[in-house]
């Protein structure tokens, strides 16, 4: 019988520091979450301010004009080949 007492106590005590150990576990994780919370409130700010700073600087009509005047230009891409063989040619040349 003092051998059953001996394990049922010694079962208790592994279940209360797994209790403790749980406990602050899900300390850990609320604090978590709370900096979590409060670091995505502040970018929300943030990018709240930002888009107020944007559509007071510029409008959609001077958006659409500068987007029109750069599809005039083209890309890198659009030009590889021709880069591909001006660019050996001239630092022959030099």
Avoid at 15 to 42: A, P
Avoid at 60 to 86: M, P, V
Wanted: charged residues 40%; contains cysteine; negative net charge.
């Amino acid at each position: 019988m003092k051998n059953f007492k001996d394990i049922i106590t010694s079962y208790d005590e592994k279940i209360k520091n797994v209790n403790d150990r749980n406990f602050q576990i899900k300390e850990i994780q609320d604090i978590m979450l709370d900096k979590m919370e409060s670091e995505f409130v502040g970018l929300h700010d943030e990018l709240h301010t930002n888009e107020k700073t944007i559509n007071r600087k510029i409008d959609r009509d001077e958006i659409t004009k500068i987007w029109d005047h750069f599809q005039r230009f083209a890309e890198y891409k659009d030009l590889k080949h021709l880069h591909a063989i001006c660019i050996p040619e001239i630092a022959k040349f030099e």
